[in-house]
């Protein structure tokens, strides 16, 4: 399955296991465009269908707060939801944000790409009903 597109923050593609993935770039700020770019991107892509997303935040990369509250605040449709997160003050600030982000879906934190997938390839993809 093809798929990459390069943004100015992020590069978003389907990794060989079929994981949706957002890699963000090194030292970036991510605005709520930013996210409200990768939402669009996934809502067209996915088709209805709630994959498995892989966001992977390399050291230096952060979000407003502003970013933070529309990821914690908007719906995702997906089956499960894996963050690699590489720095400590970021990883610190993920814990805050998890406590007020909700979701119907298993969602973890790790410190490597490689215990991400172990933990995300076995769940698998569903189809949600439009409402």
């Not at 605005?31 to 669009?40: L, M, Q, R, W």
């Not at 088709?47 to 933070?68: C, D, M, N, T, Y």
């Not at 879906?105 to 439009?130: G, H, K, Q, T």
């Amino acid at each position: 399955m093809e798929f990459h597109i390069e943004n100015k923050n992020s590069t978003v593609y389907v990794d060989e296991h079929g994981i949706f993935t957002i890699k963000y770039k090194v030292d970036c700020k991510l605005e709520v465009e930013d996210f409200k770019t990768i939402v669009d991107i996934f809502a067209e892509w996915s088709q209805g269908e709630a994959w498995k997303v892989l966001h992977i935040f390399p050291k230096g990369a952060s979000a407003s707060g502003e970013a933070r509250n529309y990821g914690a605040k908007r719906k995702k449709r997906c089956s499960a939801e894996a963050f690699v997160i590489e720095g400590t003050i970021q990883r610190n600030l993920f814990r805050l944000y998890r406590k007020f982000r909700t979701a119907d879906y298993p969602m973890r934190e790790f410190s490597s790409v490689d215990e991400a997938r172990i933990w995300i390839n076995p769940i698998p993809l569903e189809v949600i009903e439009e409402a």
